[in-house]
C-alpha cells in the first residue's frame, strides 16, 4: 500500500472533507459568524493500522530519551497528569478527560491543516484543533504539516499548565479578531517564536517548551547547544519585530524567564489590539 494512502485511511469519508471545506471557508467570514463546531470531526481510531501505532511508539521513545534533559519542568509535568499512552496512538476523548478539569481546555479532532481564522476561532474557546492523521514512516523526521504526534504529544501537555493555558486563550481571541496587517504579522510572529520555537529559563537552565522543538529530535539540541543560535531574552516588542523562515533550523530563539511572563505580556497586547479592534478585552 503506498503510504500516501495509508496516510489517508483515518479521513477518508464525507465528514472530512466537509470539516475540512468549513474551515477553508471561515477564512472569509467575520468573527462573530464562525463556527469552530463545523470544523471538528470524529476521530475513527479503529482505522489506524498497526504501522501507525508503531510510528507512534517510535516517535515517543525517541523523544523521551533525552526529553527529561531537554524540555521545560512544566511541559514535563503536563506529560505526567494527562499520561500518554506510550504503544498507541492517543484516544483524544481519553486526553480531553483528563485535561478538562485542569485546565477547561479540550483538544478537538480535525482532518489536516486549518487557516488561520479557524484556528484562531477555536483557541479562543480553549479548544485545540488536533490532526488525526500520523505521519508515515517514510517522513519520520520531518513532517511539513501537522499531525498527531506534533499536535498531541508537542502541544497538549503545556494546555494542562493554567498559565500558558490562559496564554492560549488570549493569543486566540487576539489574533481572532484582529484585523490590521501589521497586527496580523506581529501576532504571527508571537506564535512562532513562543508556542512552536519558545525556549524558557527554569533553575539556571534553558530549556524547550515549543512544540516544533519538543517534536523534533534534531533541532532540539541545535537550539539548545548550538554556537549558530541567537538566544535572545524574551521581549514582546522584539518578538513581534523578527521575521521567520520556516524552511530551516532556526538561528535566533526567544528564551522566557517564566511562563507569567508571557501571559502578562499577551494579556497588555491583546488589550491593544482588541480596542484597536474594536472588541470588549
Known amino acids: 500500500m503506498r503510504a500516501d494512502i495509508r496516510y489517508n485511511l483515518v479521513i477518508d469519508g464525507d465528514e472530512f472533507a466537509r470539516a475540512q471545506a ?22 475513527l481510531w ?6 501507525d501505532h508503531a510510528v507512534w511508539a517510535t516517535l515517543v521513545k525517541r523523544r523521551l530519551e533525552t526529553l527529561e534533559q531537554q524540555a521545560s519542568d512544566v ?29 477547561g481546555w479540550q483538544s478537538r479532532p480535525v482532518p489536516g491543516y486549518l487557516p488561520a481564522k479557524a484556528f484562531f476561532a477555536c483557541l479562543s474557546r480553549r479548544e485545540f484543533p488536533t490532526t488525526v492523521t500520523i ?17 498531541v504529544f508537542g502541544h497538549v501537555p503545556l494546555h494542562a499548565d493554567p498559565v500558558f493555558a490562559d496564554f492560549l486563550q488570549t493569543y486566540g481571541k487576539a489574533a481572532l479578531h484582529c484585523e490590521d496587517p501589521y497586527h496580523v504579522e506581529r501576532l504571527a510572529r508571537l506564535f512562532w517564536f513562543t508556542v512552536e520555537f519558545g525556549l524558557i529559563r527554569e533553575q539556571g537552565r534553558v530549556k524547550l517548551y515549543g512544540s516544533g522543538l519538543i517534536s523534533s529530535v534534531g533541532e532540539s539540541p541545535h537550539a539548545l547547544h548550538s554556537p549558530d543560535v541567537d538566544r535572545r531574552p524574551f521581549d514582546l516588542d522584539r518578538v513581534c ?19 507569567e511572563q508571557l501571559r502578562d505580556a499577551m494579556h497588555e497586547y491583546a488589550n491593544r489590539v482588541l480596542e484597536e479592534s474594536g472588541v470588549a478585552a
Request: charged share 30%; proline share 10%.
Open 22 to 43: 468549513a474551515a477553508d471557508e471561515a477564512s472569509d467570514l467575520p468573527a462573530e459568524r464562525i463556527d469552530p463546531e463545523q470544523f471538528y470531526c470524529t476521530q
Open 46 to 51: 479503529d482505522r489506524y493500522t498497526p504501522e
Open 75 to 103: 511541559f514535563l509535568e503536563g506529560m505526567r497528569l494527562l499520561g500518554f499512552d506510550r504503544e498507541f496512538v492517543p484516544r483524544i476523548a481519553e486526553v480531553n478527560a483528563k485535561l478538562k478539569g485542569l485546565t
Open 135 to 151: 505521519r508515515p514512516r517514510e517522513l519520520l523526521d520531518y513532517l511539513p504539516e501537522p499531525d498527531i504526534f506534533h499536535d
Open 241 to 259: 519585530d523578527t521575521p521567520f523562515e520556516i524552511d530551516h533550523y532556526q538561528p535566533i530563539l526567544y528564551v522566557l524567564e517564566s511562563f
